[in-house]
């Protein structure tokens, strides 16, 4: 029996999986103790058909047209006691898999989440994840349950956490957020740890642009998702803080840190327009409704 179950909701990625199967068969840990899950969920592009080539892997269908469906249809059939959520566009370093069983050598421990890294670490992109990777600890370590929110490409479960409080709630977004509160409601913070070795490469944000647009699109999920127990944004104060430790962290220069300082700004205007409704996020015309909504 694996330890681990590692599984991926698939929706037309395939110039992505070239990069993520690698890297997952890659893992350091030895390959009898995690399978790979892959299930695709109504692909036109092929992606079925380049999973099924590559030996090694489990792929699955899931006809309901959401990741989270797909996501418990992998649950579904996983056997490991750890399930470990990522998707097709990101890629783990090497030492991910081991680094997140680590995490859960603490017995108190029911959900790992680990940072999101970006396409490349140009300047711009380096600087965003740099305080993307500080405000996901801050969350993680505040011990404050209003903020506490989650994300399904790079967070793993207990099984026995996720059959008490799962499966994912069929949102567009928001329902790795869903599941996550209902665990630290119930266990305490001492539930959720932030392991940052246990880092993957989000191939998708690979520009400024991109990742600006990805604020957009939180945000208005974040104002469809209101009716929800979703999280409470962090105040100003609290960025600031997570703003400070990234720089410190990686030892910003002065003309860096203000640069990082436009850019954040640039994102907390965007996220105020689009919570506000001056601006909408490009995509599927489902969003008045957060049943089965198609990804996003």
């Known amino acids: 029996m694996p330890r681990l179950s590692v599984i991926i909701p698939v929706f037309n990625s395939a110039p992505y999986l070239a990069l993520s199967v690698p890297a997952l068969l890659r893992q350091e840990m ?19 058909a380049l999973l099924r080539q590559r030996e090694g892997i489990t792929t699955l269908e899931e006809p309901k047209q959401s990741a989270y469906a797909a996501r418990n249809r992998g649950v ?5 006691d750890i399930l470990v959520f990522t998707d097709p566009d990101c890629v783990p370093g090497r030492s991910w898999l081991r680094q997140i069983d680590g995490a859960f050598r603490d017995k108190a421990v029911q959900v790992v989440l680990g940072p999101r890294r970006f396409a490349t670490d140009s300047l ?25 929110y989650g994300f399904a490409n790079n967070m793993a479960v207990r099984r026995a956490a996720f059959e008490e409080f799962g499966p994912f709630d069929l949102l567009a ?4 957020t ?38 957009v699109t939180y945000a208005t999920s974040r104002k469809r ?7 409470k944004p962090l105040s100003m104060r609290e960025r600031f803080w997570a703003w400070q430790r990234a720089a410190a962290v990686n030892g910003y220069s002065p003309s860096r840190k203000a640069f990082s300082l436009a850019l ?14 001056s601006i909408s996020a490009a995509g599927p015309a489902s969003e008045s409704s957060p049943e089965a909504a198609p990804y996003p």
Request: a negative charge; glycine letters at 8%.
């Open 30 to 48: 030895p390959r009898e103790e995690f399978e790979l899950i892959f299930v695709d969920n109504n692909s036109t592009d092929g992606s079925a």
């Open 124 to 148: 711009t992109l380096s600087t965003l994840a740099d305080y993307e990777t500080a405000k996901d600890a801050y969350m993680a370590g505040c011990r404050r349950m209003d903020v506490v």
């Open 225 to 231: 998702n209101r009716g929800y127990n979703t999280a």
């Open 178 to 215: 869903l599941f996550l509160r209902r665990v630290v409601a119930q266990y305490g913070y001492d539930a959720l740890a932030f392991e940052e070795t246990a880092a993957v490469r989000h191939m998708e944000i690979d520009s400024a642009a991109r990742y600006f647009s990805k604020v």
């Open 264 to 277: 954040l700004g640039l994102g907390a205007a965007l996220w105020k327009l689009s919570f506000l409704g």
């Open 173 to 176: 977004r928001g329902g790795d």
């Open 76 to 80: 579904e059939a996983s056997r490991g």
